[in-house]
């Protein structure tokens, strides 16, 4: 068993690396470009599941939330259930499920994800921080408020700058396809 000085600090890094999340969120729906960046290491790769969009470094997420901020009406995203995994004093992995409400062209959103993360500390300003290294994320659904009593039953629950697709999840997984046999 490890010594209760190291449970403690594992016990710190969980609430530190949800506290991230949460300051993820936060930054999004503030529109603070600069903390938002802040949760990020330079090196970092931020992908949808799907291969619709790919990022990789701070300077290019900057460049491409700079832009999608600006897209943004009023938004609110939350962090739903957190699991994380220590690889190593300062790696971690995890999942975090996920909605967001969104005001884009004057219509309501609603998105549900799943983000699979990568976490590392890093030293920071402040001290040792958590950012994240990698970020994919995949979806339940995206789609306009008025949508979901019809979409939510079909495979095309994403509809993303204007073109329906096939949502990732659960269709995505094994154990989903094991269930349906597909």
């Given at each position: 068993m490890a010594s209760i000085e190291a449970r403690l600090q594992q016990l710190e890094d969980r609430v530190a690396i949800q506290d991230l999340a949460a300051e993820y969120c936060r930054a999004?729906?503030?529109?603070d470009l600069e903390a938002f960046l802040e949760t990020y290491t330079e090196d970092?790769?931020?992908r949808y599941?799907?291969?619709?969009?790919r990022i990789d470094g701070k300077p290019a997420l900057r460049e491409y939330y700079a832009n999608r901020f600006k897209q943004y009406g009023l938004t609110f995203h939350y962090p739903?259930?957190?699991v994380i995994t220590f690889d190593g004093p300062d790696q971690a992995h995890g999942w975090l499920s996920g909605h967001?409400?969104?005001g884009l062209s004057g219509e309501g959103w609603l998105a549900a994800f799943?983000?699979?993360d990568v976490y590392r500390r890093e030293t920071a300003k402040e001290g040792m921080k958590w950012r994240f290294t990698e970020r994919e994320l995949a979806a339940w659904y995206y789609m306009k408020i008025a949508d979901l009593p019809l979409g939510m039953g079909q495979t095309l629950r994403k509809h993303y700058h204007g073109e329906l697709m096939a949502a990732e999840?659960?269709?995505?997984m094994g154990t989903y396809?094991?269930?349906?046999n597909l």
């Open positions: 999004i729906d503030d529109r970092c790769v931020l599941k799907d291969g619709a969009m739903h259930a957190h967001a409400e969104m799943r983000y699979t999840l659960p269709e995505s396809k094991a269930m349906h």
